[in-house]
Nanobody, 129 residues
Framework: QVQLVESGGGSVQAGGSLRLSCATSGNTRDINLMGWFRQSPGKERYGIATSYATTGKSYYSDSVKGRFTVSLDNSQKTLFLQMNSLEPADSGMYYC??????????????????????WGQGIQVTVSS
């Protein structure tokens, strides 16, 4: 059983920055892929950024490339998301996800919510114009 807890959300004006953190606990030994997803009311969960723990390979959605940076502390299985130049469209509930023994996959696959079995409760990010 793996538990994930997000922190660092909040409200910010457009152009500002936030840093999200995701702490894990429980049986984290086999976690090798973690990611951030966003969900807005009435919409599906959308892959923002994912990262492999051992290789450091990361994938980003086109909407955040150049603005967001994902990083993963493999020793602690802690995931971070540095969000810069935030836009109102970035608003939503942000979820941390983790998968164990994930094989190599394409960017599209790695940014799909369907492959992750472990999820945090989510944290709200609101960007005002």
């Amino acid at each position: 059983q793996v538990q994930l807890v997000e922190s660092g959300g909040g409200s910010v004006q457009a152009g500002g920055s936030l840093r999200l953190s995701c702490a894990t606990s429980g049986n984290t030994r086999d976690i090798n892929l973690m990611g951030w997803f966003r969900q807005s009311p009435g919409k599906e969960r959308y892959g923002i950024a994912t990262s492999y723990a051992t290789t450091g390979k990361s994938y980003y959605s086109d909407s955040v490339k150049g603005r967001f940076t994902v990083s993963l502390d493999n020793s602690q299985k802690t995931l971070f998301l540095q969000m810069n130049s935030l836009e109102p469209a970035d608003s939503g509930m942000y979820y941390c996800a983790a998968e164990e023994r994930a094989p190599p996959m394409t960017a599209r696959q790695a940014l799909s919510a369907n492959i992750f079995r472990n999820w945090g409760q989510g944290i709200q990010v609101t960007v005002s114009s």
